[in-house]
């Protein structure tokens, strides 16, 4: 438990996720999303649960990013808001 | 019309989180080793799971054997999902192949 | 002060993202957008739950070092080992998230077939029309 690490990736996942939800092209937004989950791998690998980080790693970052990829690419790209 | 109601759901977020976080001052201190959550259940796990199932990961010994009907439930659920997802796009596709 | 602050600041970040995944299911207007709110807050949740079996003053992750040995038994302090419940229980979550999220882009993409948008207020305007002239052209099931 290193204490500069969390606030360090604790900070990244805020700023992931504000980025997210604010980029109107949704492809970047969707791939913002996985980078969001890759910090939030590390983080639950910083707390020391590792097999829950294993599964986000090929579950929420892996096949959610290419769930979500092939859901815009057959519908619309660009977002209003 | 639509800034209204972006304030309006602004606002709802921000009374919902103040009140959040005024609830965690009845939380227990982040990382306390004598937490309610870490002193009832957990100690037997950690301290009986390699004598009774012969396994040094206390995670995969919990999740496969003290807890496997939820693991059974859990595969309901991910069958449940597969295949609600495959007739919804099957339906897509059918369409299409009578408008051709 | 500092000393509560230092114990709660990891709950109220949690809080905030929580919060970001409430906005954006609340106030965006489009579909995609309001899906990546949801899985922001489940995410947030989960974190939460995670959280709550960390033990501070080296605690390693709960695989036992001994697990062959003959005395392996005496040599297990709880206060060794993290909490290894809250692991199993949001593995289970992170599984369930991934099918919620599957079933919802299956329906994302019926519902760009049929309305061809996937802003919100669009689908509720093409709706309201069809209603009020009485001809369901768009939702026509023959379409």
Known sequence: ?81 | MRNWFKLISMAAVIITGALLIYGTHDMPAWGDPDSPANSHVSPRYITEATKKTATPNIVSAVLADYRSYDTLGESAVIFTASISCFFLLRRIRNKEDHND | MTEYILAKYNYWIYVVLMMIGLYAMMGKRNLVKKLIGMNIFQTSIILLFVSTGVKKGGATVPILMHAGHEHGAQLIQVSDYLNPLPHVLMLTAIVVSIATTGVALATLILIYKRYHTLEEDEILAIRRESRAYKTPRILNPTD
């Not at chain 1, 992931?16 to 939800?21: L, R, S």
């Not at chain 1, 970052?61 to 619309?76: D, E, K, Y």
Request: with cysteine; aromatic share 10%.
């Open chain 1, 1 to 81: 438990m290193i204490w500069q690490l969390d606030i360090l990736l604790l900070i990244f996942i805020v700023v992931c996720a504000i980025a997210a939800i604010n980029i109107k092209d949704l492809m970047g937004a969707v791939i913002i999303l996985g980078a969001y989950s890759f910090f939030m791998c590390l983080l639950w690998t910083e707390m020391g649960a590792v097999d829950v980080a294993f599964t986000e790693a090929s579950v929420g970052a892996g096949i959610s990013t290419v769930l979500f990829i092939a859901a815009v690419n057959r519908t619309a790209r660009r977002s209003k808001d």
